[in-house]
């Protein structure tokens, strides 16, 4: 059927109308007889005239000049249609879309999206009733909009923190303060695929500009919101603490650091690396000499000497190439505390460094006595292929003159043999395992310590944990169990 005889015959019209001419989709748009589309009219003809030409429906402009879509414009053109069509038809369509959210099914669309994104396990659970949508629509082919968020976020740009508001464009943080609650910015995790405002910026300007033959922007260029702030993190000096300014970049979910002691001065080296640990192990051993006296069978004991060893195995992964250098530093310095120090007379001596896997071990000294770093096959290499050697000057030129050829993932194993700065025994008060706690923890041993098992509060003097051991008495009655239970 031809679309003059659809148009002129309205029971032929069955794509999405009402009524038992319905299409079998069903889709229950109102009949152009009846108002409709529901989007608005986009295209009319003069149905009594064969010859009549379509008339396309716009927002404004001048006929003739593309802007009503009419003859002059020009659909071969660097934007189809023209620049000044293609931004009119963005406007016909945000008003068209416009109008859909405003009719009663547009009104049901809208509630149904934001019951949907509150239910997002991404931190942006905010559906701004279709703003985000139009914004969309309106930079069709220039700009993709997030859908999440209080106000649209284009190319990059945080339209909240441009207007200073603390929270920026996501104010659906439950603590309404800006990141805080985003693991990437919180421990610095880095997004490669984010945009941020540097590359939305320069990707747009280059998508506008009909001479640039370049659309992208060189992978060599640094793109600071990409990067992981641990893994970029060099080696570093410390005296007692880590400094704030420092303290931001090293963060992660599970603290992962080896101190190394410098042996004539007072600052220590630190390594930080991302915790992507794969195991750990800590055993304990106990041997003992045995005496057999006679006219008895079995043997007796006393204590020989205790040991403990610590097993670590972890992997390091560059997701940015500006990674590589500094992972690969702290690598090799890792693996340099396998070979022997020596003083400035040439005497050899052991290095020593303490230990940190969260509260576990926490700055436990020891010694390194072996690091094994293994590659796998389905780890890719970076190649430096855009690197070359300048034949006048003898100088590396290229987009990769700085980067080498080495994986961008290995595996590393770590045996550390613990040196303890407290004297080993089977005291309650022991801190093998990290409960100790430190300056930002609490001490997990004194909590057994704080009663005693008739329900009495111990008189524990502050610091005197000697004392407090030689108070506690084990259970003597169910009913002073469940009190001392109570209590916690």
Partial sequence: MGLLDLLKDPSAYRVGTIGQNAASKGIKFLHRDEGGPLLGERVTWNITDENAEPTFSGIGGIPGTGIDHGKGSSIDAFIRGGAATALNRRLIDTDRIGKFLLSPQGIQFLATQATLQLQNPRPQKIYNLGVNTLASVAAAGVSNVRRGGLLPEVGGFDIGSILGLEAGTYLSEPDFKKGILHREKNYGLGDPGAPSSQKGLKALISSLNPINKNKGLAYN??????????????????????????????????????????????????????????????????????????????????????????????????????????????????????????????????????????????????????????????????????????????????????????????????SFQPIHKFTPSNDIMSPFIGIDGDDNSVDWREDSLKYDFTGNPLDQIEGDTEAAVTTYTPPTTEDAYSEYMDNQ
């Fill in 221 to 414: 260029v640094t793109i600071g919101g990409s990067i992981d702030k641990v893994n970029y993190l060099p080696i570093f000096q410390k005296r007692n603490d880590i400094p704030d300014f420092l303290e931001s970049y090293a963060k992660d979910f599970v603290p992962f650091r080896f101190e190394v002691i410098n042996h004539d001065e007072g600052n220590n080296n630190l390594i930080v690396f991302r915790a992507f640990l794969e195991s750990i192990s800590d055993d304990y051993s106990a041997t003992h000499n045995t005496f057999k006296y006679n006219g008895r069978g079995e043997e007796f004991y006393t204590y020989n000497k205790f040991n403990r060893k610590i097993q670590v195995s972890f992997k390091v992964a560059a997701q940015t190439r500006w990674e590589m250098q500094p992972i690969y530093q702290k690598l090799n310095y890792l693996v340099a505390q396998t070979a022997p120090n020596y003083s400035s007379t040439g005497r050899i001596r052991t290095p020593y460094c303490k230990l940190t896997v969260g509260n576990w071990f926490n700055r436990i000294p020891g010694v390194i006595t072996q690091v094994g770093l293994q590659w796998q096959k389905d780890y890719p290499w970076e190649i430096a292929l855009d690197r070359k050697v300048n034949q006048t000057s003898g100088e590396l030129e290229g987009k990769d003159k700085d980067m080498l050829i080495l994986p961008h993932v290995l595996d590393v194993s770590l």
